[in-house]
């Protein structure tokens, strides 16, 4: 695939996809998560062969691990158990080195980012989000509470049906030039100006459990208005940079130079599986404890009303008797974490086992449900195993 067949109308798009998605740069305006001078975290490695694992597919016909990752668009695949590499392959002219687009994988460094700043008091998860953004008051998000934008119960109106190219996903996503065809001139110009403009609610604060990217965005303009910062920072100086990463990130960015966090993340693999590892050992990596345990805790549990709200979604059958917490999809009786975006993005986290996965992919639609679900039928078989 070459630059000049790709552009900002078919970036998205099948095959285009399978080159931009790793080329976000050469697109789109994008701040840059620094990883810092320090040397990175080392991993130790003891490869095994893994893809021959079978497990019983979506389908019902046996199929192995090598089969899924073939069928599934896959551009980078990690397993570690106890901290050791176990597999790590790329295809699609992907390397060790490479970035990826991490789509809503994005949102769980918000999440993470959120649960330092709440231990240190600067924000208060219970306090309204226009509490701390008077401009708010206005708006859709006027009783909404930060943990329910955390978690994915606010009242604000707002469509995420990727299907639909006019959906309100995609006319926020235009902001950051992803659907020029979207654009109009009285488009919001900003992030910030586009929440301001929701001012209808499709159900009660915390009454539903109702995926919507534009919440993950608010919540970082509350700890921007807070702590006054800008977020890539918070994040390069709270997170990455105590990962112990070996490459740098890069966030997409509106043109007030606000990052795209509901989707716009782009990293490596490895480094995604550093943050796998952290959140595998209740926050603590690299010799430091980075994310406050207590949090990863508040994270894994849940309580019965997200578990409530989640069973009554479409999303149960993807993952029964599980929640959605903190920015995070959550298995609580497996004990298992996942950080989900479209298009196949994947960290697997599960602690009841010691293993964390990575996948990036490239699939050609946004939600395709038999590969998403038979990519964590594979994930959950071959983490059992090991």
């Known amino acids: 695939m070459s630059i000049e067949l790709v552009s900002t109308e078919n ?43 079978t497990y019983q597919g979506l389908d019902d016909q046996p199929r192995s691990v090598r089969q899924m990752l073939d069928e599934t668009y896959t551009d980078a695949f990690l397993v570690m158990k106890d901290g050791v590499i176990l597999t790590e392959e790329y295809g699609n002219d992907m390397s060790a080195d490479s970035h990826h687009l991490l789509n809503s994988v994005t949102k769980s460094f918000v999440g993470m980012l959120t649960g330092i700043l709440v231990k240190e008091g600067v924000i208060n998860p219970d306090k309204r989000v226009a509490g701390y953004i008077p401009e708010f008051e206005e708006t859709a998000f006027r009783e909404t509470t930060l943990q329910q934008a955390l978690d994915m119960t606010a009242a604000v109106k707002f469509g995420e049906d990727y299907a639909d190219k006019k959906a309100d996903f995609w006319v926020e996503a235009a902001v950051v030039g992803w659907r020029p065809a979207l654009v109009h001139d009285h488009s919001a110009s900003t992030l910030f100006d586009y929440a301001l403009s929701l001012k209808e609610t499709e159900q009660s604060d915390g009454e539903k459990f109702h995926y919507r990217t534009v919440l993950t965005n608010v919540v970082a303009m509350v700890i921007e208005r807070t702590t006054g910062q800008k977020i890539q920072n918070l994040l390069e100086q709270r997170l990455w940079q105590k990962l112990g990463t070996e490459q740098d990130a890069c966030i997409v960015v509106d043109p007030a130079g606000f990052p795209y966090v509901g989707a716009g993340m782009s990293a490596c693999a490895r480094d995604l599986a550093r943050f796998g590892q952290m959140l595998l050992q209740n926050g603590h990596y690299n010799g430091s404890q980075i994310v406050p345990a207590e949090w990863i805790a508040n994270t894994l549990v849940g309580n019965d009303e997200l578990r409530k709200l989640f069973s009554e979604t479409d999303y149960a059958a993807m993952l029964p008797g599980g929640h959605y917490r903190n920015q995070v999809w959550v298995n609580p009786t497996q004990k298992v974490m996942m950080c989900i975006g479209i298009y196949g993005q994947t960290i697997f986290v599960d602690q009841s086992t010691g293993v964390v996965m990575v996948k990036l992919s490239t699939h050609p639609e946004p939600v395709d449900d038999f590969l998403f679900g038979d990519t964590f039928l594979a994930m959950n078989t071959l983490s059992a195993a090991l």
């Open 11 to 53: 970036w998205g798009d099948p095959p285009h996809n399978r080159w931009s998605f790793q080329h976000v740069q050469a697109l789109f305006p994008t701040a840059r998560v620094r990883r810092g001078t320090g040397p990175a975290s080392e991993f130790t490695e003891r490869h095994e062969e893994l893809t021959q694992l």
